[in-house]
């Protein structure tokens, strides 16, 4: 059970940028404009340290959050889907006319019990 899961469309633009880039790694920091929206990375351009969740991988990458935001989202189970649009980062899809988002829900019971028994992904 994960609390993170990815669209058809947007696994598909995945895995056209791991293609293209090789290992990638998605995070979203909570930062002002475009740093609250998922951006996808080649996997040695993002530093991450102590304060970064790893909340589970997507066709094979890492999703990692700031601990700040996920404490904004830590009872919903989110969903990176794509849309058309250019975002304002250095996200890797930005020059296909695309973008990452998020869509949320909140967790069920039983996803709430497991999450809080269990270790963050």
């Keep these: ?60 990458v890492n999703f990692y959050m700031n601990q700040d935001q996920f404490e904004y989202w830590k009872h919903t189970h989110l969903t990176i889907d794509i849309t058309e649009g250019r975002g304002a ?10 973008r990452f988002i998020i869509k949320s829900r909140l967790l069920t019971q039983e996803e709430e019990i497991h999450f809080n028994t269990t270790k963050t992904e």
């Design 89 to 98: 980062s250095f996200s890797l899809e930005i020059p296909l006319g695309l």
């Design 1 to 60: 059970m994960q609390r993170i899961a990815i669209t058809e469309q947007a696994a598909a633009v995945v895995n056209q940028l791991k293609e293209k880039h090789g290992e990638l790694i998605f995070h979203q920091s909570g930062g002002c404009c475009d740093g609250s929206a998922p951006m996808i990375f080649e996997k040695d351009d993002m530093y991450l340290d102590e304060s970064d969740v790893l909340l589970g991988t997507l066709q094979g």
